[in-house]
């Protein structure tokens, strides 16, 4: 009955794949706890246990972390078996630490910050469901009210991860680089790369999955002869997003490249991203990370060639998820926070204020001539 109700529980969350994945993980790890150290059920869970499994995922043992991610399960003479490689906990390093060589240690496995905030949310949110379910008959998370012990709360904004100025610029001259000198393997990282910042799409909202395809047609002219792109982002919503000129331009290149019309007609629904061989849409998160990794290393070398370490360095940390957050950086000093909150699939105005500086400017602007004594 309780494999059978969080199995259920998972289902609900198959429209995002990176939300399955994440919930996946702490509910099996809760059920590994619960048969293997605790020795007790879903039923019994008390507050002060769900302390114990916090504590317990973060110092668990060393034999139940990994340094890898191998698959949970192998076919062996034709069955479906348990993989003894798998592990609940996975230990790794940093993009700059691999990039120097070095490799995951076992004995450096940390549980972050953000991943015991996310912990406490999928344990509140999967005993919710087996309390509407009268399986259980409470919510052990909820009854912890000193969470503090657990999760640090800060008076400031979290600090958003995005490009600077110049690396940005130095990114996307890189893409235009890379397209000139091999348009069959880069004009293709030209659009990615643009389409990325300049829409702020998350990897999923541009790869292909059971409950999305993004096609050419989802690019549409209103009767006002305004460009927008449709997509189904977070939480399997839909929005609109509004096309700049510029993106519509980046648009037309990549399909002359492709050897189509300017722009698509409402009947054209060939994949937005095709296979580079064969038919059909990029399916693989993990190709895009690829190519913006590419042309991220690039322009990593640009900057170190003219002697610009310090942004490069930084640069090294970056991911693809940054494009999303520097495009919505940039937008929010020059449009409506609303457009922005709308374009970017916010749920709230909240959100979207996360980007906006300003008032950490001026802040720092009053402070910078504070003085100590008269004599300062």
């Known amino acids: 009955m309780l494999l059978l109700n969080a199995i259920q529980f998972l289902k609900s969350y198959r429209g995002s794949q990176g939300t399955f994945n994440s919930y996946r993980r702490e509910i099996e ?13 879903l039923k019994k869970l008390k507050r002060n246990d769900i302390e ?14 990994g340094k890898t991610k191998p698959p949970r399960f192998i076919v062996k003479e034709g069955k479906r078996i348990p993989n003894p490689k798998w592990r609940p ?27 015991v905030k996310e912990l406490f949310a999928i344990l509140s949110s999967f005993f919710n469901y087996l309390l509407q379910e009268e399986y259980v008959f409470m919510n052990p998370v909820a ?6 012990k ?9 600090k958003i991860r ?8 130095t990114v996307i001259d890189t893409a235009k680089k890379l397209a000139e000198k091999n348009p069959d393997l880069h004009e293709r990282t030209l659009f990615v790369m643009s389409i990325l910042y300049s829409m702020y799409l998350r990897i999923s909202e541009l790869t292909a999955s059971d409950r999305w395809i993004p096609r050419m047609n989802d690019f549409a002219r209103d009767p006002d002869n305004n460009w927008w792109f449709t997509t189904v982002g977070k939480g399997n919503k839909k929005r609109q997003i509004a096309v700049s000129e510029t993106m519509l331009k980046a648009l037309k290149k990549w399909r002359k490249h492709l050897n189509l019309s300017p722009l698509p007609s409402p009947a054209d629904n060939s994949p937005l991203l095709p296979k580079t061989k064969g038919t059909g849409p990029i399916k693989s998160s993990n190709y895009i990370r690829k190519i913006v990794q ?6 990593i070398e640009e900057l170190n060639k003219n002697n610009l370490s310090e942004e490069a360095e930084t640069l090294v940390e970056a991911t693809v998820h940054w494009l999303r957050h520097t495009g919505i950086s940039d937008d929010v000093k020059i449009r409506p926070r609303e457009h922005v909150r709308d374009d970017a699939g916010h749920s709230s105005s909240a959100i979207t204020d996360k980007y906006i500086n300003i008032e950490k400017r001026e802040r720092h602007r009053s402070a910078r001539k504070k003085q100590i004594s008269e004599d300062d």
């Open 29 to 41: 790890r809760l059920l590994h706890w619960c048969a293997l150290i605790s020795k007790t059920t």
């Open 52 to 65: 114990d499994f916090i504590r317990f995922c973060q110092k668990p043992p060393k034999e139940w972390i």
């Open 89 to 115: 906990f996975i230990v790794t390093v940093s993009k700059a630490q691999y990039r120097q060589g070095e490799t995951p240690k076992i004995k450096d496995f940390e549980l972050t910050h953000g991943s």
């Open 143 to 148: 009854l912890i009210r000193q969470k503090s």
């Open 150 to 158: 657990f999760i640090r709360k800060s008076q400031e904004q979290p």
């Open 162 to 169: 995005r490009l600077s100025e110049l690396q940005w610029q």
């Open 294 to 299: 590419y042309c991220f290393d690039q322009a």
